[in-house]
């Protein structure tokens, strides 16, 4: 039997990923074992020693991060902690339980100069200090556990279970404007894929199954502007607010992001795996299981 430590679990992409094991092959024959930050505390070493200690897994997948952009510009010191030095203390109790860490990044820590999908050979140039402590976090898993890591850059997550780091997501945040009737107005020129955390949880438990390692992009298919996910959004929920393309330099932010962060899935096919659908036919699902969701009584 596999232990399996979910750490960040209470998150949007590690919601996923505990449903999604419920659901798959590793529910019958291994043991998954939910971590909250009520449960460990990923920026104090003792903590993590304790409990790992403990339970000694045999994978731990780290989801939990910082995921607030601006306030990363803002805050720089305490992205570094959660996102850099919180991996690293996962990494090194992995490395005193000889177990394997896979670590989830993101397509920040490129400069979107280069302006066509990027590889997992491409070298990453962050252009703010989210991905600089997302880039940061990867380097300690890497030098920690060489043999032993998987790292997974993703694009542009959204979930059912929402970022409570942000407040919600890009879609909710969407919807939430258009219910309040305020002008909306969205980048059209920041390109990205926007990633259906499930599609994304469903891959990731793929890669751990298939004992992959090294460096993995996994996105959804597709590209395209915030813009135009925001188009979609409305789209497909039939509603008509008043949404305004405009260029990111009008845009008020703190942080500066890549214009260009499209993710290439070159490696999926080593190990017998095709990219995610489509991001249009993600969206939708989403919004279909959201609407479910609500008329349960979720929020």
């Not at 995921?67 to 996102?83: G, Q």
């Not at 259906?196 to 199954?209: H, I």
């Not at 393309?245 to 499209?262: C, E, G, K, L, N």
Request: hydrophobic share 40%.
């Amino acid at each position: 039997m596999t232990r399996v430590a979910l750490v960040g679990s209470s998150g949007q992409l590690g919601s996923d990923i505990a449903q999604v094991w419920r659901s798959s092959e590793h529910a019958a024959r291994d043991e998954l074992v939910c971590l909250t930050h009520a449960d460990m505390d990923i920026t104090d070493r003792e903590s993590v020693d304790s409990i790992l200690g403990v339970l000694r897994p045999n994978v731990v997948i780290n989801t939990a991060a910082f995921v607030n952009v601006d306030e990363s510009e803002r805050s720089p010191a305490l992205a570094m902690e959660v996102n850099s030095i919180g991996a690293k203390h996962l990494a090194e109790a992995c490395r005193d339980l000889d177990a394997s860490m896979v670590q989830i990044s993101s397509d920040y820590v490129f400069d979107g100069r280069k302006r066509a999908p990027y590889g997992t050979a491409d070298v990453p140039r962050p252009v703010n200090a989210y991905g600089v402590s997302k880039l940061a976090g990867e380097q300690f898993v890497r030098y920690l556990r060489p043999e032993s890591h998987l790292i997974i850059r993703s694009s542009g997550l959204y979930g059912v279970f929402g970022a409570s780091g942000k407040g919600g997501n890009f879609v909710e945040t969407m919807l939430r404007l258009a219910r309040e009737n305020s002008p909306i107005r969205v980048v059209h020129d920041q390109i990205t894929t926007p990633t259906f955390t499930m599609d994304l949880a469903a891959t990731v438990l793929a890669l751990v199954a298939r004992e992959g390692r090294g460096t993995f992009h996994v996105s959804n298919s597709g590209q395209c502007s915030w813009y135009e996910f925001a188009v979609e959004i409305f789209r497909v929920s039939g509603i008509n607010p008043d949404l305004t393309p405009i260029a990111a330099v009008d845009f008020a932010s703190a942080a500066q992001r890549p214009a260009f962060s499209v993710l290439k899935n070159d490696r999926l096919a080593e190990f017998g795996l095709t990219r995610p659908r489509s991001w249009r036919l993600a969206l939708a699902e989403y919004l279909s299981q959201r609407v479910t969701g609500l008329a349960n009584g979720r929020s």
